[in-house]
């Protein structure tokens, strides 16, 4: 088992926001879905995915010498990119990445064994039995590579680390199912409630994910919420009550996240070489007041809520 392989896309440290405590959080490639406000769309796909970023290129053109499938051209439609990548004829040779004398170009994804992962988790152990914490596997989904996700859950029970598995709950696979059943927390994403609207939304319907979270209610798995509020996506009168209506009479519900819109990714995108879906929105189309108002709504039924992870 130990040399097991997955697609890690990062691995972060020290961080709060991911389960209680200090947390190590492992964040692994490929996702059932395609939210429109995705924050990780590194973790979209499978494979590793090359990384460009126009702000190190000096444009030397060194990579467009040694491109072997000639993927790369200075001639970019948008002057700041600098360059234009054809990723259809890109090969992932990495060349480009060697040859760059300025780190413009490098990766979104490594292959790494269970065995690699685990040595770098236990370094933290001291934070995580000091604060309560331990650590965390996010993605792109973690039942998407579920006997990588497995194995870690496994290696990191025989050291007595606590694990959180952040899902959108989209798996109907037995492995996939046993990912959520063997981490000790489930950080569940609830994106919308009508399944038409989901669909829309995320590119899949929610009738999988809401049967799941119902299903780990009832087994008594220890359960936070998180719920993304999107301006003019699900932040409608109807949803919000929806929502409240689904999750105040789950028992183990420990408490929910409200997680604004936030335009962090918009910088990915661009390095994936790829439009962002919701370009067209502002970084002020939602007020601190809004997300305060629909905090207290949930907390008026009995859900401790909370403002962000």
Known sequence: MQDLTGVVFDIVHSSFVD???????VFLKGCPLRCLWC???EGQKFDPELKFIAANCNSCGKCTEICPAGAISLNAAEPEQ???????????CGKCVDACPENAFGYFGKRMTVEEVMKILIRDQ?????????????????????DFALALIRECRENYIHTAVDTCGYTTTEKGLAVLEEADLLLFDVKGIDPLAHKKNTGVSNEIILENLRRFNDSGK?????????????????NVEATIALLENMKSIERVDIIGYHEYSKIKYR?????????????????EET????????EQHGLHTQLGG
């Open 222 to 238: 220890p359960i936070i919420i998180r719920y993304p509020f999107i301006p003019g996506y699900n932040d409608s009168e109807e």
């Open 19 to 25: 389960g209680p405590g200090v947390r190590t959080t």
């Open 271 to 287: 390095e994936l070489g790829r439009p962002y879906p919701l370009a067209h929105m502002g970084k002020n189309t939602l007020t």
């Open 82 to 92: 600098k360059l234009a990548v054809d990723r259809n004829l890109c090969t992932m």
């Open 291 to 298: 997300l305060e108002a629909v905090k207290l709504r949930f």
């Open 39 to 41: 924050c990780n769309p």
């Open 126 to 146: 001291t934070y995580y039995s000091r604060s309560g914490g331990g650590v965390t596997i996010g993605g792109g989904e973690a039942t998407a590579q579920p």
